[in-house]
């Protein structure tokens, strides 16, 4: 069949040609299904801009029935969840520095007495700003949940007492960030962002491209370890993202205003296990790959759940607990929280390493299967 030099012949020949190539090209084909599966699921499922469930402390130097009754009223609210009794604010202090805790309430001594004499004593909610997105909508509901808990108590003779506003004055201390900037949130995660995404890729390229332009061979034959091939390519890069990172603190110092609170030698620490993490990835990547084309999207389907599921977009908590533990798994998780625990809140190492050391197992986890790949290269 011909139409003005049309030919189905030639059409349907081309067109069982390119699925031939793309039956063969099964990491390609599966990329072009699988990642809007895993968009959509991540999406649908997984991302919450109104996280609940917050972990919160709960601070009471007062042992009293009303007391009792606001800690169950945020026991029992959507938004918090109470999961320590602390004993001092140098409890709270830790537990907000190792990120254990959103939000901490601290009551005072007589506050059961203050509120029958209608003195409106003071509530203090202290809550981690780092995050702003991940704290507006618990912090509006605070009203709302304690007016409701204390009018079930406020009865009968009581009612008198029970103003029209809150019977209670309300503080809530936004720590780390007060005035609730977005940039102090974004312009350190964005350090981790980039970091993914250049690292990974440029790595990634970097075996594959010597395979096409043929001058892998030449390295097979050489008496270079795995290992040492392996590492003697990441060495370059590594000093490529000190570069990165340093130019994003110096516009996030001086363009942004970010306070930087911690040790810069410890941010660079971090930073350095963070960067040969991505390496080690990217060259496990170009070990599987066969081409540029694959090694780059393979990059592409790692980077889009460490996007989605890491914190940097949305409130990591928030997310369904599947999701928490597939985002647990990736080291940008982990190092937005170093970032700004440094950056912000001024953290020891002894305060980071409950997130550091998830990135030196998953580094040595990629560094053993990149090796596999590679001496199966070899064979």
Do not use: C
């Amino acid at each position: 069949m011909r139409l003005d030099g049309f030919s189905l012949r030639r059409w349907t020949g081309i067109m069982v040609k390119e699925f031939i190539q793309l039956r063969r090209d099964r990491l390609t084909f599966g990329m072009i299904v699988g990642i809007p599966v895993l968009q959509l699921l991540l999406f649908g499922f997984a991302i919450n801009s109104d996280p609940k469930s917050l972990p919160t402390a709960v601070l009471s130097q007062d042992n009293s029935q009303i007391a009792r009754t606001l800690v169950g009223a945020l026991q029992v609210s959507e938004y918090f969840r109470v999961v320590r009794q602390a004993e001092s604010e140098a409890e709270i202090d830790a537990l907000f520095a190792a990120g254990e805790i959103q939000f901490a309430l601290t009551i005072p001594p007589g506050f059961e007495r203050g509120l029958m004499r209608g003195e409106r004593p003071a509530l203090l909610l202290e809550a981690d700003a780092t995050d702003p997105s991940a704290t507006a909508n618990a912090l509006g509901a605070l009203n709302g949940i304690a007016a409701t808990a204390l009018a079930h108590d406020l009865k009968g003779v009581l009612a008198d007492i029970a103003p029209k506003n809150l019977p209670v004055d309300l503080r809530v201390q936004r720590r780390y960030n007060p005035e609730g900037i977005t940039a102090y949130n974004i312009v350190p995660g964005l350090l981790g962002v980039i970091l993914t995404m250049t690292m990974i890729l440029m790595t990634g390229l970097a075996m594959t491209r010597e395979r096409e332009r043929g001058t892998f061979e030449n390295l097979l034959a050489t008496p270079a370890l795995p290992i040492e091939v392996m590492t003697g390519k990441i060495v370059p890069y590594i000093l490529i993202g000190l570069i990165q990172v340093s130019l994003i603190l110096l516009a996030a110092r001086f363009i942004f205003a970010v306070p930087m609170q911690g040790s810069l030698l410890l941010l660079y620490g971090v930073v350095l296990v963070f960067i040969a993490a991505n390496l080690t990835l990217g060259i496990t990547f170009s070990s599987i790959a066969r081409n540029q084309l694959q090694a780059m999207q393979m990059t592409f389907f790692f980077f889009l759940p460490s996007i989605l599921l890491s914190g940097f977009m949305f409130p990591f908590r928030g997310m369904p607990e599947w999701a928490q533990v597939i985002g647990n798994v990736l080291p940008l998780t982990h190092f937005l929280q170093l970032v700004r625990g440094i950056l912000l809140k001024g953290d020891t190492l002894t305060a980071l390493w409950p997130q550091l050391w998830p990135i030196l197992a998953f580094m040595g986890a990629v560094l053993g299967l990149g090796l596999r790949f590679y001496k199966r290269t070899l064979d």
